[in-house]
DNA sequence: AGACCTTTGAAGTCA
DNA sequence: TGACTTCAAAGGTCT
């Protein structure tokens, strides 16, 4: 795919900002273009998808709806270079890098205490979460709040996909899905939860984590939130009925947090993305057994180790090999940004329209994604930049096939604190742990 | 039960 | 280097 800042720029992948925004001249050209093919696509418009539009675009859409769904490839090129070119037009032709706004990255000058002595956001690191996330509120923390974090830890049956012979968290939380729209109604990363003033270790001054037992800290989701994007670290989330990962003493509820803790919170983190055979031993650390969402274990069906092996060619040996080979466990890949805004935005687009079926759904979604604003689709951009970073900083060794790594690379606090990527990693670590309770952030702030 | 559909984007492979 | 392939999410539908 064609990309502005071609090798240049970021490793991680950030030209794929770009996408949609290439080329110049040939505008007036493309633009008759595709008002051509529209008509003749017209025609083949789901009337399903079409009514549904109809009834629930806003404004907003009102290019998606006169766009037909893309029924060829090339109509779809078509119409994204049709945006582009529009978004070159926007640009007025003075279009450069950095290719959306707050990239390349803004790093927070007093990142390494983004809190206050009373456990409150700094000033500066609410300005850069606020601008990072705009949908993220890192302002308010209140009962209602609090009491969402009570609420999210009655199961949503709901949310619990049986649909994927996998281990996924019951929200379908991608684990590294962490960047998307949080309300202040569900997460207050400012304010420590009241129960830890009062438990405060009097040795070091440092807040004890509770006993986790009865009070479920972690960032809850509301079953019947339309258009809540599940926690970040939502496989971490205890439920009923649903299988805990492992979260040890060691991890995040190691009751002394110290900056060795960031290892061991790691380690946890670790122990709990991958497979206890692949898990470094820890000696604090249990394994559960229980795989990672994020790790693809396929129901292998049992082949009948029996069967009739001389009738099998070797063509249909390689076949079952590979079939074999793809079932294996492996790491799901990060979303793009697309996924991302589909993730956010099908509940919404299902509550809008009637329709229920996936595929129609996703037409909308990629339909509005094109009628996107590039500010709007550079947020998922950029989300999606940050899930890939993240994705390289938890599977260093992830192949292409994203297959399980020989061993886990653990984060350690140095590796945060390097000065080129680490930061970044620092950066989006400690805003995913923004989500977690003040007593579990506290340690990566020493 | 599992494949299919449908979307975009990332990343790998191959010629 | 471009074309092609696979796979991420989602859930109804079909085989």
């Known amino acids: 795919m064609p990309q502005l800042n071609g090798g240049g720029g970021d490793d991680l992948g950030a030209n794929d900002e770009m996408i949609s925004f290439k080329d110049e001249g040939e505008q007036e050209e493309k633009i008759s273009e595709n008002s051509s093919a529209e008509r003749d696509l017209a025609d083949v418009k789901s009337s399903l998808v079409n009514e549904s539009e109809t009834n629930q675009n806003s404004s907003s859409d009102s290019e998606a709806e006169r766009r037909p769904p893309p029924r060829s490839e090339s109509f779809r090129d ?5 945006l582009e070119e529009a978004a070159k037009r926007q640009d007025g ?31 500066t690191a609410r300005t850069y979460l606020q601008m990072k996330w705009p949908l993220l509120d890192v302002h308010a923390g209140s009962l209602q709040s609090r009491q969402a974090l ?20 019951p929200h379908h939380v991608h684990p590294l899905t962490p960047l998307i729209t949080y309300s202040n109604e569900h997460f207050t990363p400012g304010n420590p939860p009241p129960h830890l003033q009062a438990d405060v270790d009097p ?27 599940p926690h970040p670290l939502g496989w971490l989330v205890p439920q009923q009925g649903q299988p805990v990962y492992p979260i040890t003493t060691g991890g995040f509820r190691h009751p002394y947090p110290t900056a060795l803790t960031v290892n061991a919170s790691m380690s946890s983190l670790f122990s709990s993305r991958f497979p206890p055979h692949m898990v470094p031993p820890h000696h604090s650390l249990h394994t559960t057994g229980i795989p990672h969402p994020a790790i693809v274990t396929h129901n292998v069906k049992q082949e009948s180790s029996h069967s009739d092996i001389g009738s099998l060619n070797s063509s249909k040996q390689d076949a079952k090999k ?8 492996h790491i799901k890949k990060p979303l793009n940004a697309f996924m991302l805004y589909m993730k956010e935005m099908r509940a919404k687009v299902v509550a809008e329209c009637t329709l229920k079926e996936s595929a129609a759904i996703n ?21 999606a930049r940050k899930e890939r970073q993240l994705h ?17 690379v653990p984060i350690t606090s140095s590796s945060l604190e390097q000065p080129e990527n680490g930061r970044q990693t620092c950066i989006h670590i400690c805003c995913i742990l923004q989500r977690l309770p003040f007593n579990e952030q506290a340690f990566i702030y020493p």
């Open 78 to 82: 078509k119409t994204r270079e049709s």
């Open 93 to 123: 032709g003075l279009f450069k890098s950095p290719p959306y706004p707050g990239y390349p990255f803004i790093m927070i000058p007093d990142l390494t205490s983004p809190y206050l002595p009373n456990g409150s956001l700094s000033p």
């Open 150 to 169: 009570k609420d999210a830890r009655s199961p949503s049956p709901a949310h619990i996909s049986n649909k994927v012979p996998v281990v996924q968290h």
């Open 203 to 229: 040795k070091t001054g440092i807040p004890r984590p509770p006993h986790p037992s009865d009070i479920s800290p972690y960032y809850p989701l509301s079953p019947g939130t339309v258009g809540q994007i």
């Open 322 to 329: 590979e079939e074999e080979k793809k079932k294996q466990p």
């Open 363 to 383: 037409q909308i979604l990629g339909r509005r994604w094109h009628a996107l604003s590039r500010e709007e689709q550079a947020k998922y951009y950029e989300l």
């Open 392 to 408: 390289m900083q938890l599977y260093p060794g992830c192949s292409s096939l994203l297959l399980l790594p020989q061993q886990p």
